[in-house]
C-alpha cells in the first residue's frame, strides 16, 4: 500500500553543521554532489560537507536544457565528455535512482559552407574517439525530423547536419537528486541555506571556510560554483578567466509527442527538444552582456520564436508556458577549468559555460580523484588553470553549443 507524502522517507537528511570536514565542496549543483558521491564512494572520504547557499540544484543544474552528448572538437573534448556520456548510461543502475536518459540522437545543423566543414572535422575527430557521430544530407534530417522545413527557399536553407545518435536528453533534477541522495547514503552531509563568505588562506594553503553558519575548518576545498566561480575564486585570492554571462531558455505547453531528436542550429542561435511531458524546452546562446541577472526578457522570447518558426513553421500556434536565465561562466577557449590552483587544497572545477551540465558525472568522478590524490587524472589534464599561462588552450568554441 502507498505510504502518504508525509510519511515519504526523506532522499537526504539534514545534518549539523561539524566544526571542520576534511574536504568541503562549494556548490550544491550536479558537479559538486557527484564530486561528492565519488569521493565517498571510489575513495572513501566520507568527511565530506557539500555548500549550497540556496537549495541543491538552483543554479545551473536545474536550470539547463538537459541535453548531453560527446561531440566535441578537439581530441581532449571528444574523450571528456564521451566519458560522462557513458556514466550518465549507467547512472540510474548506479543510483538505483530513474534518471531517464533518453538517447534519442543529437542534430547539429548546418547552414552553410563553414559549418559543413567543421561537422566534418568533429565528425572525424568524434570517430577517431570512437565516438558515433556522421555528416547527413537534407533527406535523412527530414526522415529523422519531418516537421523541419528542409526546402531550399528559406532564409538560411539547411544544406546538412552532424547527426550524433547517442545523444539526447535526461532528467536534470533527476540527477541532482540522485546524486544527492547517493552522497548522502555515503555518509557526506548536504547543507542548503549555507553561504560562503569568506575562504581562509594561511601560508599558502587553505585552512577553512567562512559561511553564513559560521566558520568550518577544512583542508580541501572545492569550488564548483558554476556562474559564481570567480566570486568564491576571488575570495582564495585566486584569479579566474572566467566572464559571467547569463543563458536564456524557455518551455512550451505540452502537446503530443512529434520531436524525436534534439535539433541545434547554431545560425539560428537555437535548440529544441521535447521532454517526456511533451514541452518543447528552446535555449539560446548567451546574452550578449556580462551579468549575474537570471531574469528573462521580452527580446529572447521574441528572437526564439522567430527562430523556432524559421525551423518548424508548424509551430506557429504554440504557446511559451514560462522563460528563465541561468549563468554561463564563459572561459577564453570555450573549455572548463579543473584541477589544483597556486593555493595548496584549493581546487576548481569551473569554467562551465554553456556546457555543464552534460559533463556532471565525469566531473565528479574526475575532481574526486584529484581531490583524493592532489593530482588530476590524465583525463582532465589538459583543462588545468596553468594552459592560459601557457597558451596550451583547448579550443572548443566550435562545438561548444550554438553561436556565441
Ligand atoms: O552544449 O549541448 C550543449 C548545450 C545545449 C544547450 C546549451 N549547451
Redesign the pocket.
Known amino acids: 500500500h502507498g505510504l502518504a507524502r508525509e510519511e515519504w522517507p526523506r532522499a537526504w537528511h539534514e545534518r549539523e553543521l561539524r566544526p571542520s570536514y576534511d574536504a568541503v565542496i562549494i556548490g550544491g549543483g550536479v558537479h559538486g554532489l557527484a564530486t561528492a558521491y565519488y569521493l565517498a564512494r571510489d575513495h572513501g572520504m566520507r568527511d565530506v560537507a557539500v555548500l549550497d547557499r540556496a537549495y541543491i540544484g538552483s543554479g545551473g543544474s536545474g536550470r539547463?536544457?538537459a541535453?548531453?552528448?560527446s561531440n566535441y572538437l578537439t581530441p581532449e573534448g571528444v574523450r571528456f565528455y564521451d566519458r560522462s556520456v557513458k556514466l550518465y548510461e549507467h547512472l540510474a543502475a548506479d543510483l538505483n535512482f530513474n534518471v531517464m536518459f533518453s538517447q534519442r540522437g543529437?542534430l547539429t545543423l548546418a547552414h552553410n559552407d563553414a559549418s559543413l566543414r567543421t561537422m566534418h572535422w568533429r565528425t572525424e575527430v568524434n570517430k577517431l574517439q570512437g565516438v558515433d557521430s556522421e555528416v547527413i544530407g537534407p533527406d535523412r534530417i527530414k526522415e529523422l525530423v519531418p516537421y523541419l522545413d528542409t526546402s531550399e527557399d528559406t532564409r538560411y536553407p539547411i544544406l546538412g547536419a552532424l547527426y550524433h545518435p547517442p545523444?539526447g536528453i535526461v532528467r536534470h533534477d533527476a540527477v541532482v537528486w540522485g546524486y544527492a541522495r547517493g552522497a548522502d547514503a555515503h555518509g557526506v552531509h548536504i547543507h542548503q541555506q549555507t553561504e560562503v563568505t569568506g575562504i581562509d588562506v594561511e601560508r599558502g594553503r587553505v585552512t577553512g571556510v567562512q559561511t553564513t553558519r559560521g566558520r568550518i575548518a577544512t583542508p580541501v576545498v572545492l569550488n564548483a560554483t558554476a556562474g559564481w566561480a570567480s566570486l568564491i575564486s576571488d575570495m582564495a585570492g585566486v584569479a579566474m578567466p572566467v566572464q559571467t554571462s547569463p543563458?536564456q531558455a524557455a518551455v512550451t505547453e505540452p502537446v503530443r509527442p512529434f520531436l524525436d531528436t534534439?535539433v541545434?542550429s547554431g545560425t539560428l542561435h537555437v535548440?529544441v527538444s521535447q521532454t517526456d511531458r511533451g514541452e518543447l524546452v528552446f535555449?539560446a546562446s548567451v546574452d550578449p552582456f556580462a551579468s549575474y541577472s537570471m531574469r528573462g526578457s521580452l527580446e529572447f522570447s521574441e528572437g526564439i520564436a522567430g527562430h523556432v518558426l524559421e525551423l518548424m513553421p508548424a509551430l506557429h500556434r504554440m504557446r511559451l508556458l514560462r522563460q528563465w536565465a541561468g549563468l554561463c561562466d564563459m572561459t577564453p577557449d570555450y573549455s572548463p577549468i579543473m584541477g589544483p590552483t597556486p593555493v595548496e587544497g584549493f581546487y576548481v572545477d569551473v569554467g562551465w559555460g554553456?556546457?555543464g551540465?552534460?559533463a556532471g558525472p565525469v566531473s565528479g568522478e574526475a575532481m574526486a580523484a584529484c581531490l583524493a590524490h592532489g593530482k588530476p587524472p590524465e583525463i582532465i589534464a589538459a583543462f588545468g588553470l596553468d594552459r592560459f599561462g601557457d597558451g596550451r588552450l583547448v579550443g572548443e568554441k566550435g562545438?561548444?553549443?550554438?553561436g556565441h
Open positions: 539547463n536544457t541535453i548531453l552528448r543529437h545523444g543563458l534534439v541545434v535548440y535555449g554553456t556546457y551540465f552534460k562545438a561548444a553549443a550554438v
